[in-house]
C-alpha cells in the first residue's frame, strides 16, 4: 500500500485508559475569567446572569452524557461526578475530557445571548479541564465538601471585600488590609455592622453554590405486567393465558435537578444512595 511507510507513526499514538472500578471527577474551569468577567461587566462578587449561564451549560452537558450523575459549580468552574462503572469511551482519559470539555463550552456559548442579552461577546471564552480518578466513595464526598467549603469562604470574603470597596468607599488595597487575618464570625459582624448586611440573608445560589443532581424519579406501577394475566382464549374447560412476556429491564428514569443546598454533610447523601451506588 502506497501509504504503509508512512503507517508506523500511529505506533506513536498510545493508549490512555482510566483506572478501572474509580469514580471520575471532571473538573472545567474558566481560562482567565478575571479579565472575562471584567470585559463583559459582570456584577461583582456575583453576577446571577453569569452563574445561571454556567449552570445551564452543566445541566446541558449532564443531558448528554448520562454517566455523569452530580455536578457541583461555583464562579467560572464546575466539578462532574462520573459513576465508576462507566464505559464511556472506553475510558478512554483524552477523549472523555476533550469532548467533554467543547461540548461544555459550547454550551456556554450557544447560551450566551439568552442570558446577557445586550452584551455582545467581546471575544470566545475557554475552560480548562482535568479528570481525576477516586477509588472511594469517602473521597468522593469529601472532594465535594471541599469545592462547597471553598465556595463558602470565596463568597463570604469577596461579599465583605466589594462592600468595602462599593459602599465603604475602600480602595482594593485598603479592603484587603482590612480583612487581612479576621475569622468568619468577624467578617459577618463587620459586614452586619457597617453594611447592615445578614450574610445568612444573600441568596443560597451565592453561598452554597450550585448543585446539579440525577435524581431518581418514582416509577408507575407497570401496567403490562396486568394486562398480560387476561385470558386469551378457552379451549373447553380450559382457559389458555397469554404466555408470560419477557418483562423488559427497564433503567430508572430520572430527571435533572439544580439544587443550592448542603452538599457537606450526611442528609444529601444518605437522601441519594443511588448516586454512588454504581
Ligand atoms: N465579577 C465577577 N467575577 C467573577 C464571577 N465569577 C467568576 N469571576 C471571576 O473569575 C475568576 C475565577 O477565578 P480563577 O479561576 O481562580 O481565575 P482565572 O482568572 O479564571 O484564572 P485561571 O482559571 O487560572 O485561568 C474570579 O477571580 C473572578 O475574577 C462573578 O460572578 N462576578
Ligand atoms: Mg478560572
Redesign the pocket.
Known amino acids: 500500500m502506497a501509504n504503509s511507510k508512512y503507517a508506523y507513526v500511529r505506533n506513536f499514538e498510545l493508549p490512555d485508559p482510566l483506572l478501572p472500578g474509580c469514580y471520575l471527577i471532571c473538573r472545567l474551569?474558566?481560562?482567565?475569567?478575571?479579565?472575562f468577567?471584567e470585559e463583559h461587566a459582570?456584577?461583582?462578587?456575583?453576577?446571577e446572569r453569569?452563574?445561571k449561564l454556567i449552570d445551564h451549560a452543566a445541566k446541558d452537558l449532564m443531558s448528554e452524557y448520562k454517566d455523569i450523575i452530580l455536578a457541583f459549580g461555583e464562579?467560572?468552574?464546575f466539578s462532574f461526578l462520573l459513576r465508576k462503572s462507566t464505559n464511556l469511551y472506553n475510558r478512554r482519559q483524552a477523549k472523555i475530557l476533550t469532548t467533554l470539555t467543547s461540548y461544555f463550552t459550547s454550551c456556554y456559548v450557544f447560551h450566551w445571548p439568552q442570558y446577557f442579552p445586550d452584551t455582545p461577546l467581546r471575544y470566545p471564552p475557554s475552560f480548562?479541564g482535568r479528570i481525576v480518578l477516586y477509588p472511594d466513595e469517602r473521597a468522593i464526598r469529601d472532594y465535594f465538601s471541599w469545592r462547597q467549603a471553598d465556595t463558602h469562604i470565596n463568597n463570604l470574603y469577596n461579599t465583605v471585600f466589594w462592600a468595602l470597596v462599593q459602599q465603604g468607599g475602600q480602595t482594593t488595597t485598603e479592603a484587603h488590609a482590612t480583612l487581612r487575618g479576621t475569622f468568619s464570625a468577624q467578617k459577618h459582624e463587620l459586614l452586619f455592622q457597617r453594611f447592615q448586611v445578614n450574610y445568612n440573608e444573600i441568596s443560597a445560589r451565592f453561598k452554597k453554590g450550585s448543585v446539579i443532581v440525577r435524581e431518581l424519579l418514582n416509577e408507575p406501577e407497570d401496567v403490562t405486567a396486568t394486562l398480560e394475566l387476561e385470558p386469551v382464549t378457552t379451549r373447553g374447560e380450559e382457559t389458555i393465558r397469554a404466555p408470560p412476556k419477557r418483562k423488559e429491564k427497564r433503567k430508572p428514569k430520572t430527571t435533572i435537578e439544580i439544587l443550592h443546598c448542603d452538599i457537606i454533610g450526611d442528609e444529601f447523601w444518605q437522601a441519594r444512595p443511588h448516586l454512588l451506588a454504581s
Open positions: 474551569d474558566g481560562h482567565s475569567f478575571h479579565r468577567s459582570f456584577v461583582k462578587p456575583n453576577d453569569a452563574l464562579s467560572d468552574e480548562d
